[in-house]
């Protein structure tokens, strides 16, 4: 028995050993046959050549992609004999290479009547790939469209949304009707479905699709909103209008009344007066945001007769509106001696966010007589006054500014610091950073006629000090976004969702981000200043506001990171309202990975404007990290505060 087992052994390694030998073998012989059965389709039409087409379908059928490759190929020598045998390869074979070729060759030799037989493949229960190639056989042949109408209902959204092209390039009446349920405000499709459907009705133009256009830019974000605008731009001019008036009605609701002011604000009105005049009776619109925007669309298309009801309103009582006058009037009156003089009040104010607005289009105005003003500007209460101070003496090459603005990098906050460093900058054209000393030696250096140097230098020293910037390794950051603050809150999602694994390994979405935060702690410089905000139904809050991060903080609040859990809702509002409620704060940086489910506002748009409504005066900067996909809100959040944005 021993021998015995010994013996079978042996057999079984030298079975092994020759088996990858046996199966070429067996490959070269089958490709033998199948180039022997192509030889047949010499005389298609004989018994013989019926045989080696159903043994072709049996290799074309088998899941060794090469073979079947190969008799796909041979099917194809027989004309029309095969195609019967390549529909049966397409349904049921094995291999989805010879599929796909026994799909493209049946398509070669397709004619107008078999369109329908093309449309219903599309239909049957095949790979993706394989339904949509089955549409190219379909052509605009009106006996297909039948076929392509129940597409529109069963089959997988890229097919659907090839199927809605087709029959909206056709002013197809069931295109329309789709399009329309793809836009409800209740749809959550795929984007290029809705893309798709935006393009139906955007070639249909009736009354009632510039309306669901509307409504998509209302209800939508990101780049369906913005695809639903550019479409508007393109329709006829004169039905938009009409469509859009009675949207500017002060009494409108606001939501409506916002897409009407952007939309008119990209229109060119210089022959519509009428809807000049309905653009300025939205100025005593009762909702501030509308009101913050149609004094910005007013501004943007040039229209100087409505500039004393703005005026007006940059002394208003809310600050979203009052900040829109003051940007809205320094668009129209640019370099105006007069409407300078009247910021130079404005920046005088004891309203700070006047003071800080007043202050943006002070530095924006590029004029030398305001130099000395910016200066005494440096020494205002408001960091966020300074910061806007620096950047306008830099703007004006300042050489006077050059010992303030040191000073400023010596004592300020980080963002402050770094505004004024850039000013220095560009006065300079030297290289440092936020570093006092090394600008202190360098002024020190310096003769009584120091000169600045061409602009042109400067700015090619600043792409070469950013490229360098992009390329350090050293620099604390979030996610890959640097940390250009001290004065900073995270605000990080913990909801359910965020329990669920990050790619392919076991450690989850929050087991990263926790990783992350905890690496930010430790990077933080002295002397900064930080909260944790986790969110899911609620807020949980490390501190009631800002502290000062050290040694005994910085291991409180690692330990607070490693201790969250994932659970329940995504509370986004709650939380940024909480964020921005600290007036310490001057940067958030935000971590979510779904879009917000629970809360006082979860509709996006609205829950951008409420953030960019309480963040006006504050110019906190938002920064956003999306995790496991695009977020258009949290781009928008971004956006909005001049903050920047990725996706992991």
């Not at 350090?472 to 909801?495: K, M, N």
């Not at 990050?502 to 900064?528: F, H, N, S």
């Not at 953030?611 to 504050?618: A, D, E, L, P, W």
Request: charged residues 25%; hydrophobic residues 50%; proline residues 5%.
């Amino acid at each position: 028995m021993h021998l015995l087992s010994r013996l079978l052994a042996v057999l079984v390694l030298f079975a092994a050993a020759f088996a990858p030998l046996a199966s070429g073998v067996v490959r070269d012989q089958e490709a033998d046959e199948v180039a022997r059965l192509q030889a047949l389709a010499a005389i298609p039409d004989t018994d013989e050549a019926a045989r080696a087409r159903a043994r072709l379908v049996v290799l074309a059928r088998g899941s060794e992609a090469k073979l079947a490759d190969a008799a796909v190929e041979a099917l194809g020598a027989f004309g029309r004999h095969a195609d019967g045998a390549l529909e049966e390869v397409i349904r049921l074979g094995a291999a989805l290479s010879a599929r796909q070729r026994a799909l493209e060759l049946r398509l070669a030799r397709r004619t107008p009547a078999e369109a329908p037989w093309f449309a219903r493949l599309a239909g049957h229960d095949l790979p993706v790939a394989l339904r949509l190639l089955a549409l190219d056989g379909v052509g605009d042949e009106p006996a297909a469209l039948q076929e392509l109408e129940r597409l529109l209902r069963s089959a997988p959204p890229p097919v659907q949304t090839r199927a809605l092209r087709m029959l909206g390039a056709v002013r197809s009446p069931a295109a329309v009707a789709f399009a329309h349920e793809v836009l409800g405000a209740e749809a959550r499709r795929p984007i290029p479905l809705q893309v798709a459907a935006i393009d139906t009705l955007r070639e249909e133009r009736s009354r009632a699709a510039i309306e669901r256009l509307i409504d998509v830019a209302a209800q939508q974000s990101g780049e369906v909103r913005e695809f639903a605008f550019k479409s508007l731009l393109v329709m006829e001019r004169g039905a938009v209008m009409l469509a859009l008036q009675p949207m500017l009605d002060p009494q409108a609701a606001p939501a409506r009344t916002l897409v009407a002011l952007e939309a008119v604000a990209r229109f060119d009105l210089s022959e519509l007066p009428e809807l000049r005049s309905a653009l300025r009776s939205t100025l005593g619109h009762g909702d501030s945001e509308v009101r913050a925007a149609a004094l910005r669309a007013v501004a943007a298309i040039g229209d100087r007769e409505a500039l004393a009801p703005l005026e007006r309103a940059t002394l208003d009582p809310d600050p979203l509106v009052a900040v829109a006058a003051i940007e809205a009037v320094s668009r129209l009156r640019r370099g105006e001696p007069a409407w300078n003089q009247r910021l130079r009040q404005l920046a005088r104010s004891r309203l700070p966010l006047q003071r800080v607005a007043a202050t943006q289009a002070l530095a924006d105005a590029d004029d030398p007589t305001l130099e000395p003003l910016l200066r005494e500007l440096l020494d205002d209460d408001s960091w966020r006054v300074r910061e806007q101070a620096a950047r306008g003496l830099g703007r004006l090459r300042s050489v006077a500014a050059v010992a303030p603005l040191i000073e400023l990098v010596a004592n300020e906050r980080r963002r402050v610091r770094l505004a004024a460093a850039a000013a220095l900058r560009r006065i300079s054209g030297m290289p440092f950073t936020d570093l006092a000393s090394d600008w202190r030696r360098w002024w020190a250096d310096q003769g009584d006629g120091f000169v600045p140097p061409p602009l042109a230098e400067v700015e090619a020293m600043e792409l070469r000090l950013a490229t360098n910037r992009a390329r350090a390794t050293t620099r604390a950051s979030f996610y890959g976004l640097p940390i250009e603050s001290d004065h900073l809150a995270l605000v990080v999602d913990v909801s359910g969702s965020m329990g669920s694994p990050e790619g392919t390994g076991e450690r989850t979405k929050l087991d990263v981000a926790k990783d992350e935060v905890c690496e930010l702690i430790r990077q933080l410089e002295p002397g900064a200043e930080l909260n944790l905000l986790f969110f899911s139904d609620h807020v949980r809050r490390w501190k009631r506001g800002l502290c000062r991060v050290d040694r005994a903080s910085m291991a409180h609040a690692t330990a607070f990171v490693r201790a969250q859990k994932a659970d329940g809702s995504t509370n986004l509002h709650e939380a940024l309202l909480a964020a921005l409620d600290d007036p310490d704060v001057d940067t958030v940086y935000v971590l979510s990975d779904g879009a917000p489910t629970v809360g006082r506002v979860t509709d996006p748009a609205l829950l951008r404007a409420e953030v960019r409504h309480r963040n006006v005066g504050g110019r906190v900067r938002l920064n956003a990290i999306s995790i496991g996909g695009q977020s258009p809100l949290l781009r928008h959040l971004a956006e909005d505060s001049g903050g920047s944005y990725v996706d992991r």
